[in-house]
């Protein structure tokens, strides 16, 4: 398919909570939508690295920038036939993998509607629904996480993630764990510690996590190697795999018995499928993260998601749970699957973003055409 035209949509996104994490606070998710367009069909790619370089060196601002006067340019006008293709294309500018995210998840979506294919079978996947889970940042007291956790426990969700960080670590999770002594949680730092703090880890033990996501820095492979040597529970690594290369090293070295594949961290869904299939061989079971993208994106994490390996429920959230008024066109719902645990189906149709809300959510925008 040849791509025609190019359109960046710089946007932010108001919470109806703010998004506290190990390395800061979001009151508003700032994302980046591409439109590609060939000849009479359209796709939309959505990629969200939040506002300022703080979850990965990446930013929103800079991701708009980079695939403006870079990216957009190297394959503007250009016959691209898959997905592959379009990486090698990429392959000149290093990193940047949310950048490249915006346009591979475009050049997917376009995909799917040019030969009347479903994503996620355009993907290789034979399910149409996964188990979700529920996700819980830091809050202003204990007892109000305790609070939600309940209603989430109500709700038979399969598993919990709970945001940990320093001043919100061990006495936060004996809370938990004390009120709900049998149910599924993992913890999230956000790499926000470091191989000095083992011993912390070590006392982790005793909770009976299912894993702990990202406990080191975020671009580490081999202090968590060394980590996981130390501790029983098993490590998941999260903002360290930005590519496929990186989950290669990541299974040589044993750094991890989960990954956490998020389309916008690894360069989007073309790579996400290489780091999904380079694990399953390895024996190293996966799940989808998400970055509380609209609809939009969270359709691809959802059409990722139904892929064999992904045997840990995903976070893919309703839309109502973060923004008053979703950016697509339809928004993003969960059900009950047999089993009565919320779970979430793949989209037959992806949805666009609605243009009123869309522009009236704008920061800057950007047209490239043949």
Known sequence: MKIERIELFHVAMPLIYPWRTAYGEDAAIHSVLCRLVSGSVEGWGEST???????SPEWAGGVFHTVSEWLAPAVIGQEIDSGQALQE?????????FAKAALDNAWWSLHSRMTNVPLHRALGATRNE????????????????????GSAVAENFPRIKLKFRPG?????LKAVRSSFPDETFHIDCNSGYRIKDASLFQAIDEFQLAMIEQPLQHDDITDHARLQEMIKTPICLDETITHPYR?????????????NIKPGRVGGLTNAVRIHDLCQQAGIPCWVGGMLESATGASHCTALAMLDNFTYPADIFPSEKYYHEELAEFPLSLFDSE???????AFENLPDPNFKRLESLTIQKKVIKS
Request: proline share 8%; charged share 20%.
């Open 247 to 259: 989950a290669q090293q990541a299974v040589e070295l044993k750094s991890c018995q989960y990954v």
């Open 89 to 97: 294309k990429l392959s000149l500018y290093k990193g940047n993998s």
């Open 130 to 149: 996964v188990p979700v889970g529920a996700d819980f940042g830091v809050m202003d007291h204990v007892d109000e996480l305790i609070e939600v956790v």
């Open 339 to 345: 089993e009565g645990v919320p779970s979430v189906k």
């Open 168 to 172: 919100w670590d061990i006495p936060m």
């Open 49 to 55: 690295p939040l506002a300022a370089p703080c979850y």
